[in-house]
C-alpha cells in the first residue's frame, strides 16, 4: 500500500520559516516526480513547486520556497522561507510515477497557518 505522509506544517509569523516534509511507504519514488500543493479555504487545489531531475515553482513562491528530494530517503522537502499570509493553506505532497499523466498519490495534507 503506497502512503505519503507529510509533516511540518504549524504556525508562524509572516517572514518567518517552515520546511515541510513527505515520506513515501510502499514503493520507491526515486523515478518519480514529487510535488507540493496547496489549498486555501474557500479556494482551488494549486500547485507549488515539482522535482524530477530539474524543478518547477509556482510564480508565487519562486524566489521563497526550496524543494529537494532525498532518493535514499524515499524523502521530499519543501523548505519556505519569506512566508506571507497568503501562504496560508494546507499542503500536500503528491507523487506521479514514470510514465503517468497525472499525480496519482497523495498525501493526507499538513496545515500551514502564517500570522500578519
Known amino acids: 500500500q503506497v502512503q505519503l505522509v507529510e509533516s511540518g506544517g504549524g504556525l508562524v509569523q509572516a517572514g518567518g520559516s517552515l520546511r515541510l516534509s513527505c515520506v513515501a511507504s510502499g514503493r520507491t519514488f526515486s523515478r518519480a516526480v514529487m510535488g507540493w500543493f496547496r489549498q486555501a479555504p474557500g479556494k482551488e487545489r494549486e500547485f507549488v513547486s515539482k522535482?524530477?531531475?530539474?524543478?518547477y515553482y509556482a510564480d508565487s513562491v519562486k524566489g521563497r520556497f526550496t524543494i529537494s528530494r532525498d532518493n535514499a530517503k524515499n524523502t521530499v522537502y519543501l523548505q519556505m522561507t519569506s512566508l506571507k499570509p497568503e501562504d496560508t493553506a494546507v499542503y500536500y505532497c503528491a507523487a506521479q510515477e514514470v510514465g503517468a499523466q497525472k499525480f496519482d498519490y497523495w498525501g493526507q495534507g499538513t496545515q500551514v497557518t502564517v500570522s500578519s
Open positions: 522535482i524530477n531531475r530539474i524543478t
